[in-house]
């Protein structure tokens, strides 16, 4: 295939501005697919990104398109995520592209993900062709939009294409500013192989199935080749491309997008980012890559039933092959047994991961309290990362602790401004910044990472009625007032509800804590105590009291004194129950309290 007919580009944006739909127009124009067997999201083909209508994987497809002046293009499309936390996604896939649309949906303008997309993509040095979407809705303002485009981004006009991927306006006009502005793939076909992994998945009939951007020369079926990284030797058994369903091919040429597939099932063996090359002929330079991302919140995986530990483990290995930002290691704990210490990009991202592994892979889980990273530094001058509460030194020989802080920015209305100041400052944010966006302000936060994780999306949202969206990057760690908080059953510590907190929130934590277990663990046959602790101090307490049984109930008439020796006996069996026996905390209790 000629070099100059091949177009690789990626469609980015904010969260529901019409990527997928965008792309689904594009299969639908080109009769990649026919309207027969054409659904909503096509290339999200996960369940779960179905039914929350949001893409969580990259997808790659080839699609064939005649120009205006009669000549045949290949174009190789990534559909990409939009959500924060799945940036590395949008990152892998514009490695592998010389271009990217920008869509804004045109109702909600220009928006946090839309900018922090646009400086990926400028980091990568791609052509970036704007595509205003949605411009079929009655009454919108597409001035208002154009200009915000201009302000922000510093656009011309006539770079700006109008288009709606619902109904199919301005589709051909996306494809021919595609034709004009993206350049095509250079590289020589001549050379000795390099191509890039940009993403991979796992097949339970042909191993692992690897998704290769080709930079220099060509991939065939029966090639030798050598992983740069990893110094593994493979023999290529199959080459193919997604048009959209994998498609066998005979070869990939210099600048094409594909896959192959070398009878690999060891996960480890291959890696994301990766350089692959002819093992006769290798490549003298290996490809940059991919930045390692550092997780930003981390939990326990556990298996209800301790003997699925090794189903879990291989599962936790085949799910790291297509999402390699998601890390663990094997730990144990008192109270469930054998798991994995797994780290992630947020809270979204550890939802996704947790319903993969048990939809997927048929898994019942346990996860403990998320936690974010806090690093510690020893009065030896030591510097210790920690990423759970059991790996906490001696109290004695901790200096201080430091927590991880982001750098926010918050895109809101005017009118919601003291709002949005209001709760950044609740959640400890220190405020660096404030900048006019065309109508709305961009306003900028160090926050600790603790207090963004959980709810301050869902916050801002309601803050500004829907308007505001954030976007964070990791800044680094500040010294801060660190308390490890406990929960004691029967004074036995629990340590999978053990976490540590900012000293100003340990008590309200422990209250809410201790709350809700009271209110989640059933009556035993002995009274229960269930009890917060920071620091060594009981800060919040709770009793839940024993089940009553009627031992005086066959007892009619005659003397008190009989009841009361039934009474005294009951009461001395409680106490040697309550010493010896184990309270049953239902699964229940802690999805409640990763709900807190």
Not at 51 to 69: C, F, L, P, Q
Not at 195 to 218: H, N, P, Q, S, T
Not at 245 to 272: D, F, M, S, W
Not at 289 to 310: E, M
């Amino acid at each position: 295939m000629d070099k100059n007919h091949i177009r690789n580009f990626s469609i980015i944006a904010h969260i529901d501005h019409g990527k997928s739909t965008l792309a689904d127009r594009f299969l639908l124009e080109t009769g990649a697919i026919d309207e027969r067997n054409f659904h909503n999201q096509l290339l999200d083909d996960m369940d779960l990104e179905q039914e929350r209508g949001i893409t969580i994987k990259a997808s790659a497809v080839k699609i064939n398109y005649r120009a205006k002046d009669g000549q045949d293009y290949v174009m190789n499309l990534i559909d990409t995520p939009g959500h924060v936390d799945f940036t590395y996604e949008v990152e892998k896939s514009l490695k592998a592209c010389e271009g990217a649309l920008l869509v804004v949906d045109v109702t909600q303008g220009v928006e946090s993900q839309t900018v922090a997309n646009y400086f990926l993509a400028i980091d990568n040095n791609l052509e970036i062709i704007p595509v205003l979407n949605k411009i079929d809705i009655a009454n919108i303002d597409i001035d208002h939009a154009k200009l915000q485009l201009m302000e922000v981004f510093n656009f011309e006009e006539e770079d700006i294409v109008l288009a709606s991927a619902k109904q199919g306006i301005g589709i051909k006009d996306v494809f021919e500013r595609i034709i004009q502005k993206i350049p095509p793939p250079d590289g020589d076909d001549k050379a000795s192989l390099k191509a890039l992994i940009f993403d991979m998945k796992y097949d339970i009939y042909k191993g692992i199935i690897i998704y290769v951007r080709v930079m220099e020369g060509e991939i065939k079926s029966g090639l030798p080749i050598r992983m740069m990284n990893t110094g593994k030797e493979f023999t290529i058994e199959e080459v193919g491309v997604f048009a959209p369903q994998a498609t066998q091919v005979k070869g990939l040429g210099c600048g094409e997008v594909g896959y192959i597939t070398c009878n690999v099932h060891e996960p480890r063996e291959v890696k994301v980012g990766d350089t692959v090359t002819e093992t006769g002929r290798p490549t003298a330079e290996p490809l940059p890559g991919y930045r390692q991302l550092k997780p930003l919140v981390f939990c326990g995986v556990y298996p209800v039933n301790a003997k699925d530990f090794t189903e879990l483990r291989e599962a936790i290995d085949k799910l790291r092959l297509n999402d390699p930002s998601f890390i663990s290691e094997p730990e144990s704990s008192q109270s469930f047994g054998y798991g994995f210490r797994c780290g992630f990009l947020g809270l979204l991202h550890m939802e996704i991961v947790q319903e993969r592994l048990e939809r997927e892979y048929n898994l019942n889980l346990i996860l403990t309290t998320p936690n974010v990273g806090y690093r510690i530094v020893t009065k030896d001058g030591k510097s210790l990362d920690i990423e759970s509460p059991t790996q906490l030194p001696d109290a004695t020989a901790i200096l201080r602790f430091e927590e991880p802080y982001v750098t926010m920015s918050i895109l809101s209305p005017v009118s919601a401004m003291d709002s949005v100041m209001a709760l950044a400052k609740e959640k400890r944010g220190v405020y660096q910044k404030s900048e006019y966006v065309s109508d709305r302000m961009r306003i900028i936060f160090d926050m600790p990472l603790s207090e963004v994780i959980v709810d301050f999306n869902d916050l801002i949202k309601s803050a500004t009625r829907g308007y505001g969206s954030i976007d964070y990057e990791f800044k680094g760690y500040v010294p801060a007032q660190i308390a490890k908080l406990d929960i004691l059953i029967n004074d036995k510590v629990c340590d999978a509800f053990s976490c540590l907190v900012h000293k100003e929130r340990a008590y309200d934590k422990g209250s809410a804590l201790v709350t809700k277990l009271k209110d989640l663990i059933p009556q035993q046959l002995f009274e229960v105590r269930v009890q917060a602790s920071a620091d060594g101090r009981i800060i919040s307490s709770a009793k839940i009291k024993s089940a009553g049984k009627n031992v005086t109930a066959k007892c009619y008439g005659g003397d008190i004194t009989r009841k009361r020796k039934l009474w005294e006996k009951q009461k001395e069996g409680k106490k040697k129950l309550k010493q010896i026996g184990n309270v049953e905390i239902p699964q229940e209790a802690f999805l409640a309290v990763l709900k807190l």
